[in-house]
């Protein structure tokens, strides 16, 4: 088969004629080559174990269900950086700077540092340079995001990617509008070395036999060149409580952090609200190798709802036959695909089954132990 080229000849250029080069021109890679060529290493929001959950210069996404503790984790990003004498942007299209002013000094932050390390921004307008592409001129908007930028932050938090959309008049699920806001997070995350933290919601019924998924996921999935967690509360947060949040890779486009995740879960997150009044004390831990008492002793009940069932049956039919809250059904049901015990085939009308491969033991809570 022969490929006729011809209709891409382009006339060369004049003599005295200036030609502005473009995007399409080749990257020089002797200039590349010529740097450091090192993989790609998260050095933000760092686990009691010292490794980091986000990336520099990359754009990440947090995506969970209402009050997930998504912008609790956000806001941690932002508190790291501020104690490291850094900078910090929040671009919050959710909530107001009384709410986010109060959770920054919860969470251990001065007013000084809040005042003087912590741009907050709120806005109304949208940005040219979404709408028009990043070769348009500059408008107001776009004068002032670069104002904040101009500090060089560490990290910027945008909450959240819906209300961006909606701001801009785009549609999430469009081919079209799509590329126009994540291409701008990218092109944020690259020229500021910014880590660029966009958080997102889910809709509240998860896919049969998967995990949930933002809206519009194929798109913004796509556009994460750093990490993508999934972000559920196992136990929600409230004044005079603690909550628990687990951190679960849905990507990681270098690898650095799933090099040091338990399978999927790179972290669980606790937020004591019950210590001290006004205060939230955090603490990001590396997961543990094996499941909780709870989680342990679900899976064994998930189990025997399985082993007389050699076709298989549903997440839904599991949920039917085991008691107790669902959402632990589910985590247990995924631990026991994660861990080789379960398979999972396409069933009929689209759902999927998951089948028994070989029994899970009852003796102890770490599995790993008894494999």
């Not at 030609?19 to 060529?37: E, F, K, N, Y």
């Not at 543990?288 to 839904?316: C, E, F, I, T, W």
């Not at 247990?332 to 999972?344: F, P, Q, S, T, W």
Request: some cysteine.
């Amino acid at each position: 088969m022969t490929i006729d080229l011809a209709h891409l000849h382009v006339p060369p250029v004049e003599a005295g004629i200036d030609r502005q080069t473009t995007s399409w021109a080749p990257v020089s890679m002797t200039d590349i080559l010529a740097g450091p060529l090192e993989r790609r290493r998260p050095d933000l929001l760092t686990r009691t174990d010292g490794h980091a959950l986000f990336y520099r210069g990359l754009s990440s996404l947090l995506f969970g269900a209402s009050e997930s503790c998504k912008s609790w984790v956000g806001l941690l990003a932002v508190v790291e950086a501020v104690r490291a004498d850094e900078h910090a942007v929040i671009v919050d299209l959710e909530s107001d700077p009384v709410e986010i002013a109060t959770r920054l000094r919860a969470l251990g932050l001065s007013d000084n540092q809040i005042s003087n390390k912590v741009a907050y921004i709120r806005p109304d307008e949208p940005l040219r340079r979404i709408l028009d592409g990043p070769g348009a001129p500059a408008g107001p908007t776009d004068h002032d995001l670069a104002d904040a930028l101009d500090t060089r932050p560490a990290v910027v938090v945008i909450d959240a990617l819906g209300e961006l959309f909606a701001l801009h008049g785009l549609d999430p699920l469009s081919n079209r509008d799509a590329p126009m806001v994540t291409g701008f997070l990218r092109r944020l995350a690259d020229r500021t070395g910014a880590a660029v933290i966009s958080l997102d919601h889910t809709p509240h019924a998860p896919r049969e036999g998967g995990a949930r998924a933002p809206i519009g996921a194929q798109h913004k999935r796509a556009a994460v060149t750093g990490v993508a967690y999934e972000v559920k509360a196992t136990s929600p947060l409230a004044p005079g409580h603690v909550g628990k949040v687990s951190l679960r890779i849905n990507k990681d486009r270098p690898g650095g952090v799933r090099e040091h995740a338990m399978r999927d879960t790179a972290a669980r997150i606790s937020l004591d609200a019950a210590t001290h009044p006004n205060q939230i004390l955090a603490a990001v831990e590396p997961a543990s190798d094996g499941p909780s008492d709870a989680l342990h002793a679900r899976m064994v009940q998930v189990a025997a709802a399985l082993a007389d069932a050699p076709d298989g049956r549903s997440k839904n039919q599991v949920r039917q036959l085991v008691t107790g809250k669902a959402a632990l059904t589910d985590d247990a049901l995924d631990r026991l695909h994660a861990l080789g015990h379960v398979k999972r085939e396409p069933g009929a009308r689209g759902a999927v089954v998951n089948i028994l491969l070989r029994p899970y033991p009852t003796g102890t809570a770490d599995p790993d132990v008894a494999l």
